[in-house]
């Protein structure tokens, strides 16, 4: 059974203003996405800082989040890192802690062979019962999965179950559809890819855009899963500009700026990050306007 079907939010980290983590504001951003019909909370993934939070924090908001959502909807993990020993112990941390699945990115940095990737991820997921699922970001970790390296480890490790496709490579997915024949649930990693990758056998998205949309985000998936392609499609076009807007800069620069125009105050960003350049975040500004999320 799949972890989760839908839209799940690559949630940020709220911090105060002396930035350290906020969790009442971490709580409302989470009760703001259960009411509006997020399908899943992803904590402590990319867009969440994870790299910048310490092995405390990391923990602490893994356990915030399982207690404030409550079993309303499932909390997925991020604790992949680019040392396995590392990711072991965030993951039966977060185990521990009650999470519902486990977020895995390929190491960073140190880029693994494929030998390596199958080994880091086989030993991290068997360190554990949690369903896993892997991610794929070449462009953020210079590492990529490849279809049949995919295909390998969903056949051998039981509890490695999906895989968050964030390659922009299509071609790669549909060869990793083929070949995985629905034994691996696939969630695009890229907000612009929804419907495609919901066309190769998607079952949803981990994503950005629910951040600040995240009844329309479920609503893409949604129409798509119940037949309705054309009306899913037009609401995944019409959602380009802003999905474009939300990677003006790296991510999660820009949507800590759009939850901060829409009065959330989530705070600043850790270093090496820095605030918003005045030009984008106009861009930003102009298209949640026309997006009709942030008023004139």
Known sequence: MAIFKGAGVAIVTPFTSDNQVDYKKLGEL??????????????????????????????????????????RIPVVAGTGSNCTETAVYL???????????????????????QKGLIKHFTTIADSVKLPVILYNVQSRTGCNILPETAAEL?????????????????SQIAKLAALTNGSIDIYSGNDDQIVPILSLGGIGVISVLSNIAPKQTHTIVAEYLAG??????????????????????????PVKAALN?????????RMPLTDIEPQNQEKLRKAMIEYGILQK
């Open 30 to 71: 989470i009760d703001f996405q259960v009411e509006n019909g997020t399908d899943a909370i992803i904590i402590c993934g990319t867009t969440g800082e994870s790299s910048t939070l310490t092995h405390e924090e990391h923990i602490e908001c893994i356990r915030y989040a399982v207690e404030k959502t409550a079993k």
């Open 154 to 170: 969903a056949k051998n490790v039981e509890n490695i179950v999906a895989i968050k496709e964030a390659s922009g490579n299509i």
């Open 228 to 253: 309705n392609v054309t009306e899913s499609a037009k609401l995944q076009l019409k959602a380009l500009p802003l999905a474009d807007a939300l990677f003006c800069e790296v991510n999660p620069i």
């Open 91 to 113: 993951s039966q941390e977060a185990e521990k802690v009650g999470a519902d699945g486990l977020l895995l990115v390929t190491p960073y940095y140190n880029k693994a062979t």
């Open 261 to 269: 125009l829409m009065g959330f105050k989530v705070g600043g960003l």
